[in-house]
């Protein structure tokens, strides 16, 4: 697994690596997509603020849901079979992978290109498989495609 060295997050106090309510438990809001450590929740993204790396979506169910991109978020490769032409979110995930690969190369922080990333990623309204900890931390962040509509 690849994680991110995040030197700009503004995130005040130290995320957790793990979880402080137990898999499947809410955390953090009323929100039925607040489903705690170990539960990834797809959301399509719908915003993105790049002073505070904060995300928000919307799940399959229509829940409104707002998590924090940190600097122990775990970015994982999106699988790049799964999207099928014309998807606009194609050439950002293909991209996010190429970013998540060189962290081991170069190292990454999370300057410019991850918040034009995710910024991109959010005005696209893309999806993302989000796993969720305390305080609406995101543990990992993976592109996913969307469903297609019915």
């Known amino acids: 697994m690849h994680r991110f060295v995040a030197v700009c997050s503004i995130f005040v106090?130290?995320?957790?690596l793990g979880c402080s309510s137990a898999p499947g438990e809410k955390v953090g809001?009323?929100?039925?997509?607040?489903?705690?450590c170990g539960s990834p929740t797809v959301v399509t993204l719908t915003g993105f603020n790049s002073r505070?790396?904060?995300l928000r979506g919307v799940t399959a169910d229509g829940a409104e849901l707002a998590f924090q991109y940190t600097t122990d978020t775990?970015?994982?490769?999106a699988d790049l079979g799964?999207?099928?032409p014309?998807?606009?979110c194609f050439a950002q995930a293909t991209a996010w992978n190429d970013q998540i690969d060189?962290?081991?190369?170069?190292?990454?922080?999370?300057?410019r290109p991850l918040a034009q990333r995710l910024q991109q990623f959010a005005r696209l309204e893309c999806a993302a498989s989000i796993t969720?900890?305390?305080?609406?931390?995101?543990?990992?962040?993976?592109?996913?495609a969307s469903a297609p509509a019915q």
């Not at 809001?29 to 705690?36: E, F, H, I, N």
């Not at 060189?102 to 300057?111: A, L």
């Open 13 to 16: 106090g130290v995320a957790a």
């Open 29 to 36: 809001s009323t929100s039925s997509a607040q489903t705690g």
């Open 52 to 54: 505070t790396f904060m």
């Open 74 to 77: 775990i970015g994982l490769p």
């Open 82 to 84: 799964t999207y099928t």
């Open 86 to 88: 014309p998807d606009p």
């Open 102 to 111: 060189q962290i081991d190369e170069i190292g990454f922080s999370c300057s």
């Open 132 to 144: 969720l900890g305390a305080e609406n931390e995101a543990l990992t962040f993976q592109p996913v």
